[in-house]
């Protein structure tokens, strides 16, 4: 098969990762790209896209495993489609996950010094919260409660032995879909927009056992009798379930959004709308909505290493840019002479506020709103700024604005390593220079990296 074109099948040897988690291998010296491959893997696969700048193919059956992998750990194992690198070993996915970082850098002409990658705490009964999807596994099946099925996404497999979630979480998923299952409450049609369970979210924080939980469902009856559905017995069969830590809060999401995400208003069933974190030696009050890194003790070591890279904060002025609940603003506001947080999600910016008090903290200042409307708004002048922006990055315009204060150094924390990297060359034409990055693994199993990154002005843009 000499002229390759969309649609032929061919057998490849994955040679190389590059993030996010695409496999690179060679057929008659033309670069393929795979998703959902390992390193070392030979594999049968579909080609999908068939272009001069990329060949793209899909995963049709992996002929032979990597010398690098081994048994799978978890129960789940080649359903869900949470943990890439389950069958690698902790050194292993932590070596993968730098080499992918590594060459995406290294293809686009970046040569910024890596200073290696951190390992998490822990790598098991890690996440404080999880999302959760109601669904079948099969056309009109029997309701499940769990995950999407690897490279089905309208298909949901049960999760209840989950490795990356305590004993808590797992006892309150089964308990849930059996609820439902009894008393016949039926899911959600992403396509006729008929049903009533969408999501279960589940909080629980990792230091002081409170959990809050959220049920994601239409507003519409649970039958065509116009029944509605029995939040009183839900409330009650969750408060009596035999968990380690404490229900503080369970809320009904009343959610009648198009998108497949957990949205809307809410009902506080029981409790509060919000559970204690504690970090850094700080307590945090975590609203429903409100961002919060979902491993603790990892946030914990990624916000160390973040402030071991700040020269000293004493006497200085930070911008702590997407907020979030303000964990990292308030860290260094314990050395900063003032620290100025900005976010657009009201929810984390009241709770934000609502933790400076509640750690007796009084030199933070906590604004709502767009980064970049924000910044042209205020008149503060910062001597180092720190980023923590979404996975799409801070974007072109707030990226600008930023490097126009001209502070000698901007620190940047990354859960996207592609936008990070479309960041900093935005950076680098107004005059900044990539100094360092280092990795943390935040998310053992899964292909995703947390990235920070020091960078310092070498000249005026």
Request: proline share 3%.
């Given at each position: ?37 390992l390193e070392g893997q030979t594999i049968r696969c579909r080609v999908s896209k068939n272009r001069s700048e990329k060949r793209e193919a899909r995963l049709l059956e992996i002929i032979e495993k990597s010398p690098k992998e081994q048994d799978s750990f978890c129960e789940h194992y080649g359903l869900c489609g949470g ?331 990354s859960c996207n390593p592609k936008s990070l990297l479309e960041d900093l060359m935005v950076l680098k034409r107004q005059g900044y220079q990539a100094e360092k990055i280092l990795l943390v693994d935040m998310f053992p199993w899964t292909g995703a990296v947390e990235s920070i990154c020091l960078l310092r002005r070498v000249?005026?843009?």
């Amino acid at each position: 098969m000499l002229n390759l074109k969309k649609g032929d099948e061919i057998t490849i040897k994955i040679e190389k990762m590059k993030y996010p988690n695409v496999g690179i291998g060679f057929y008659n010296d033309k670069k393929i790209h795979v998703k959902n491959v390992l390193e070392g893997q030979t594999i049968r696969c579909r080609v999908s896209k068939n272009r001069s700048e990329k060949r793209e193919a899909r995963l049709l059956e992996i002929i032979e495993k990597s010398p690098k992998e081994q048994d799978s750990f978890c129960e789940h194992y080649g359903l869900c489609g949470g943990c890439l690198f389950q069958t690698l070993s902790g050194d292993g996915q932590l070596q993968t996950k730098y080499d992918m970082v590594k060459l995406l850098f290294d293809e686009a002409g970046l040569e910024i010094p890596f200073e290696g990658i951190l390992p998490s705490p822990q790598i098991f009964e890690y996440r404080n919260k999880m999302e959760f999807s109601f669904g079948d596994e099969a056309k009109d099946g029997p309701l499940r409660l769990g995950m999407h099925k690897k490279g089905r996404y309208h298909d949901v497999v049960n999760v209840d032995k989950c490795h990356l979630i305590d004993e808590d979480y797992r006892i309150v998923l089964r308990s849930v879909l059996a609820f439902m299952t009894r008393n016949g409450v039926p899911k959600y049609n992403k396509n006729t927009m008929i049903g009533f369970l969408r999501h279960l979210v589940v909080r629980k924080s990792y230091k002081t056992g409170e959990i809050l939980i959220g049920l994601s469902a239409s507003t519409q009856a649970i039958d065509h009798k116009g029944t509605p559905f029995n939040t009183k017995a839900f409330s009650e069969m969750l408060l009596e379930l035999p968990l380690k830590g404490q229900i503080v809060g369970i809320l009904y999401v009343k959610n009648d959004g198009i998108s497949d995400a957990v949205q809307g208003e809410y009902d506080i069933l029981f409790g509060r709308d919000y559970l204690f974190e504690k970090l850094y030696g700080l307590s945090f009050k975590v609203s429903f909505y409100a961002f919060f890194q979902t491993n603790t003790e990892g946030a914990e070591r990624l916000y160390e290493a973040a402030l071991n890279m700040i020269p000293n904060l004493e006497g200085k002025v930070a911008f702590d840019l997407f907020s979030g609940t303000g964990t990292i603003g308030q860290i260094m506001s314990k050395k900063a002479k003032k620290v100025i947080g900005i976010e657009i999600v009201e929810d984390a910016v009241q709770s934000a506020k609502e933790n400076m008090k509640l750690n007796e903290i009084h030199n933070c200042e906590f604004l709502c709103g767009d980064v970049f409307k924000v910044l042209n708004e205020i008149s503060t002048k910062p001597d180092i700024i720190v980023v923590d922006p979404p996975r799409s990055g801070m974007g072109e315009k707030a990226t600008i604005k930023v490097a126009s204060y001209g502070v000698d150094e901007i620190l940047y924390i990354s859960c996207n390593p592609k936008s990070l990297l479309e960041d900093l060359m935005v950076l680098k034409r107004q005059g900044y220079q990539a100094e360092k990055i280092l990795l943390v693994d935040m998310f053992p199993w899964t292909g995703a990296v947390e990235s920070i990154c020091l960078l310092r002005r070498v000249c005026n843009g």
